[in-house]
């Protein structure tokens, strides 16, 4: 046998010998995606806004008080030099913030040209959701929030609700900050 011809019948059998002693590849399990978003509380209930329309989420910072505005405005800060104003979301809605300021997040929006801070009861980060936990329905007590919200998704037996910030930047009055 020649020299070429052993060389290759060794390789041959290096081959032979790893693929006999190689370990499969693992189970393929089935991989359900996932929704993930910024979960906050809300007037008691969890809500969840989309990863894409939330910037940043800050301890809400003091604010300068503004006249001529509405209750649920509570002023503007200075956010590494430039002007955010406070929106407190609760009260937008026609309730009260609960809980001490020390709890209190802001939800930093960047809509566009719509630069906003919503002031929620607190943050629980993000959250990750199975798409196939997602519903249309919305829990009994949210009804108020419908034009602002775009479902909800189930998760260790809480319901989140989607709220969309696309939707509030939407809406005539949240735009229209000045009071009456």
């Known amino acids: 046998m020649s020299k070429q011809l052993q060389a290759f019948a060794t390789l041959q059998d290096i081959a032979s010998r790893s693929l ?8 393929q399990a089935n991989v359900v995606p996932l929704w993930s978003g910024i979960g906050f509380t809300l ?9 894409g329309e939330v910037s940043e989420i800050l301890v809400q910072p003091p604010a300068t008080r ?17 002007l955010l104003p406070l ?4 009260v937008f809605f026609g309730g009260a913030l609960s809980g ?34 997602f519903s249309n329905e919305l829990p009994a007590g949210v009804e108020a ?5 775009a479902g909800s998704y189930q998760q260790n037996g809480d319901t989140w609700v989607v709220f969309s910030t696309f939707k509030l930047a939407q809406n005539a009055d949240f735009m229209n900050a000045a009071a009456n």
């Open 20 to 27: 006999q002693l190689a370990k499969g590849l693992p189970a």
């Open 43 to 51: 007037g008691g209930y969890r809500f969840v806004a989309p990863m």
């Open 66 to 82: 503004l006249p001529g505005v509405k209750p649920w405005v509570r002023g503007v800060s200075n956010v590494r030099g430039k």
């Open 87 to 90: 929106i407190d979301l609760e």
């Open 100 to 133: 001490g300021r020390k709890n209190h997040r802001v939800l930093s929006l960047e809509l566009g040209e719509l630069y906003t801070g919503l002031i929620v009861n607190e943050v629980h980060g993000m959250q990750h959701f199975p798409v196939d936990t």
């Open 145 to 149: 929030l419908a034009p602002f919200l």
